[in-house]
């Protein structure tokens, strides 16, 4: 199974600033016949189910605010929250569906600093 | 409106069974492969079970592979998760979601608001 690593835990920023979460796969999630990143990213708030963020590491879904960007290839992914705004208080999860099972990592919770 | 609602959840001593059911409307169902992923209680998210948008091709999580199958039928928009000798550890919310392009590969787009499952005696 791929594991999937997601640093920090947690992380507390001021709002307006930058936030920055990894994400690291113990294989390499990109697929070299279509040069794609099989890794999502969901943002969960409290209550709530996930919500899609990102998928082929760096295609936003549509209505995501632009502040939010994915970068990465192979086994090293990063999401990046440009200017924080109360509203991204939320717990962030990385997955791949490289291969099954699909795995998330454990997630980065984003608190206002 | 694209939805998804969960219905099944519930209480259960150790061993014993339960039948999730996700109702889907909104969308062409049988286009899409269908995902159950759970959380338990404070804890992250665990993905369980896929199947194709034909219902040809199913995976499991190793943690309920043999005890959960997945199943749906796209004459009634219905997805289903059977499962049985069910743990303690089985303690979640079971959430049920769309995949996003039709590939059995995906990210999940659209999740229902999720059902409680409880496993205690």
């Known amino acids: 199974d791929i594991v999937m690593t997601q640093s920090p835990d947690s992380l507390a920023v001021s709002l307006g600033e930058r936030a920055t979460i990894n994400c690291k796969s113990s294989r390499s999630v990109l697929y070299s016949s279509n040069n794609k990143n099989y890794l999502g990213w969901y943002q969960q708030k409290p209550g709530q189910p996930p919500k899609l963020l990102f998928y082929w590491a760096s295609t936003r879904e549509s209505g995501v605010p632009d502040r939010f960007s994915g970068s990465g290839s192979g086994t090293d992914f990063t999401l990046t929250i440009s200017s924080l705004q109360a509203e991204d208080v939320a717990v962030y999860y990385c997955q791949q569906y490289y291969s099954t099972p699909q795995t998330f990592g454990q997630g980065t919770k984003v608190e206002i600093k | 409106e694209v939805q998804l609602l969960e219905s099944g959840g519930g209480l259960v001593q150790p061993g014993g069974s339960l039948r999730l059911s996700c109702a889907a409307s909104g969308f062409t169902f049988g286009k899409y492969a269908m995902t159950w992923v759970r959380q338990a209680p404070g804890k992250g998210l665990e993905w369980v079970s896929v199947i194709s948008d034909s219902g040809g091709a199913t995976d499991y999580a190793d943690s309920v592979k043999g005890r959960f199958t997945i199943s749906r039928d796209n004459s009634r928009n219905t997805l289903n998760l059977q499962m049985n000798s069910l743990r303690v550890e089985d303690t979640a919310v079971y959430y049920c979601?769309?995949?996003?392009?039709?590939?059995?590969?995906?990210?999940?787009?659209?999740w229902g608001p999720g059902a409680v499952v409880t496993v205690a005696s």
């Open positions: 979601a769309k995949g996003l392009s039709g590939n059995y590969y995906d990210v999940c787009d659209i």
